[in-house]
């Protein structure tokens, strides 16, 4: 049970995303009860694929739900960095030898989107102490110092003991309590897929996780659910508009970005759905993650670029930060400063790291050969151990 003799009513949590089911499981496994209002009407995520590399199980173990993501993930052989232009291999990273999980205790796994949310959801529907609230957009809220009160769009009022912000990349809390603007970008156009592993080209269908970098463009792939589908994303740039609305990329433009592609991505290209894009965004990093009894967790918090596939990931390891301090602490404020401390320069550090990646991913000119040169000499040992801070977790 909590010693947290603030924490008299619930805690609301604002979005059910990754986020905000996790931060409810974790701190029901500490006694803290938490009502999570999800402005849809069902709990649902992209269907997409999202990697999950050894820190998210860390994060898993203390959520429960280990089992359950072992028996629907699939585990892939490697990270291979490849040259989208030239086809050659730049690094090839062996993440499924026993050497690895040794190293890092889990293996590095791959899931289907939906399937990582619904065994959150599902352990959050297992808890009595998580009440589950779909089509409850929250459109304000107020603190009261002793109390919050979540208003949502009908003007229907939900009060708790604090609130956490959970509502994604474009978070009315951090709007609210930071009120840092919109989400950065530079525009680059995500076209996605995931298709039944029969439609890959035999000789095209692989067990890692490859991403081919070229110059403005990627494209990554990999298996899911056991290797029964496959994810493919394809990224590329286009210039964003001046009036500061949406990018936006043509099917048009995404085939002439990757006319310079090998055959091996152009063969491929023609997979991806079209009919719906995605834009890539980031937030600067900050140190505001509390006011009052408001607080931020997930993207909220800390959304960066993909390019280490740790976003989700930090927020599982937010959640069972949050689950830790609000447990052990006297007052809510202590709580939310303890996990503000305990996670804000881990975050920022992934933010900075993907954006390094990214430029890493996108080289051209004499940068795309010192890639190969450097990285290609890499033994997996060093890689392992330069990416330890992120994999071995909190
Ligand atoms: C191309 C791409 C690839 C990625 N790959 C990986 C990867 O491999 N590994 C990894 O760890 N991460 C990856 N990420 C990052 C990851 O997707 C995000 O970090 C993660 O989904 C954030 O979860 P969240 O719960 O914080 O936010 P979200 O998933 O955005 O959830 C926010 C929720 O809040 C709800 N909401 C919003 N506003 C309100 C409101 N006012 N009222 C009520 N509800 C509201 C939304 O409907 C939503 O359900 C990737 C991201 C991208 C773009």
């Known amino acids: 049970m909590s010693e947290n003799k603030e924490i008299k009513a619930p805690i609301i949590i604002v979005g059910g995303g990754i986020g905000g089911a996790s931060a409810a499981l974790a701190l029901s496994r500490k006694g803290i009860p938490s009502i999570v209002l999800e402005q849809s009407t069902v709990f649902r995520e ?15 173990e203390r959520l429960g739900v280990v089992d359950q993501v072992l028996a629907v993930a699939a585990f892939p052989e490697a990270l291979i960095l490849m040259d989208a232009v030239s086809g050659e291999q730049v690094i090839k990273v062996p993440v499924g030898l026993p050497e690895f999980k040794q190293r890092f205790k889990y293996a590095y796994a791959l899931m289907h989107r939906g399937d990582l ?10 808890s009595p102490l998580i009440e589950l609230r779909t089509g409850m957009r929250v459109a304000d809220f107020e603190d009261h110092g002793d109390k ?13 003991s604090a609130l956490i912000g959970a509502d994604g990349l474009w978070s009315l809390t951090r709007a609210k309590i930071v009120g840092d603007g919109s989400p950065l970008t530079e525009g680059d156009i995500i076209f996605r897929a995931v298709i039944p592993f029969e439609e890959v080209p035999s000789e095209l269908y692989q067990t890692s996780v490859v991403m081919w970098g070229g110059p403005h463009m990627d494209f990554a792939h990999y ?5 029964e589908i496959y994810n493919m994303a394809a990224i590329f740039r ?15 433009q995404l085939m002439k970005e990757f006319e310079k592609a ?8 023609p997979k991806l759905d079209t009919s719906r894009q995605w834009v890539l965004y980031e937030r600067p990093a900050i140190r505001e993650w509390f006011k009052g009894r408001v607080a931020l967790l997930g993207d909220a918090a800390h959304a960066g670029y993909h390019y280490i596939a740790q976003g989700a990931c930090m927020a599982l390891e937010d959640s069972v930060v949050l689950g830790d301090v609000m447990a052990t602490s006297a007052t809510i404020e202590e709580g939310f400063r303890r996990y503000r401390d305990a996670r804000y320069l881990r975050t920022a550090r992934v ?3 993907a954006r390094q990646f990214g430029d890493l991913y996108h080289a051209e000119g004499i940068n795309r050969e010192l890639r190969k040169d450097v990285m290609g000499k890499l033994p997996p040992q060093k890689v392992f151990e330069n990416l330890s ?3 071995d977790g909190v």
């Open 117 to 126: 949310l619904e065994i959150l959801i599902d352990a959050c529907r297992a």
């Open 262 to 269: 090998c055959p091996a991505v152009r063969a491929l290209i």
């Open 223 to 227: 298996p899911l659910r056991r290797g």
């Open 351 to 353: 933010q900075f790291t």
């Open 46 to 60: 992209l269907g997409a694929g999202i990697q999950m590399p050894p820190n998210a199980f860390r994060a898993f």
């Open 389 to 391: 801070w992120v994999f």
């Open 148 to 160: 919050v009160v979540a208003i949502m769009d009908n003007g229907e009022r939900v009060e708790g």
């Open 238 to 252: 286009v210039p964003p508009p001046e009036d500061g609305s949406t990018p936006k990329g043509t099917a048009e």
